[in-house]
């Protein structure tokens, strides 16, 4: 069974800090690419962060910075730390997984549909 849980969101302040977690089944925690989608109401679905298993990384530039992704494979869990909440940071977030490979040198998170397994979402509300 591949499964994804998503654990940590919350509502907080503005500047504040959240650390999301995501479960993983093992065979979604072996995936090549982990990482971190959000998507607030109205808005399309944003890729924040991906992670391979070689501890590369991909940031949107809106996080980049503020936003780090981890992943313990001795855990099978994915981690989000968010730090400096924006408001804008407003969203449910999804953990997603996939086996595909990182394009070197493209900067950006990789477009969901390369992902094959995805979480129930954990929601971040952020106030002023």
């Known amino acids: 069974q591949v499964q994804l849980v998503e654990s940590g969101g919350g509502s907080v302040q503005a500047g504040g800090s959240l650390r999301l977690s995501c479960e993983a089944s093992r065979a979604a925690s072996s995936s090549i690419v982990m990482g971190w989608f959000r998507q607030a109401p109205g808005k399309e679905r944003e890729g924040v962060a991906a992670i391979d298993t070689g501890g590369n990384t991909r940031y949107s530039d809106s996080v980049r910075g503020r936003f780090t992704i981890s992943r313990d494979r001795a855990k099978n869990t994915l981690y989000l730390q968010i730090n400096s909440l924006k408001p804008e940071d407003t969203a449910m977030y999804y953990c997603?997984?996939?086996?595909?490979?990182?394009?070197?040198?493209?900067?950006?998170?990789?477009?969901?549909?390369?992902?094959?397994?995805w979480g129930q979402g954990t929601q971040v509300t952020v106030s002023s």
């Open positions: 997603a997984a996939g086996d595909f490979w990182f394009v070197r040198g493209r900067p950006g998170v990789p477009r969901d549909s390369n992902f094959n397994f």
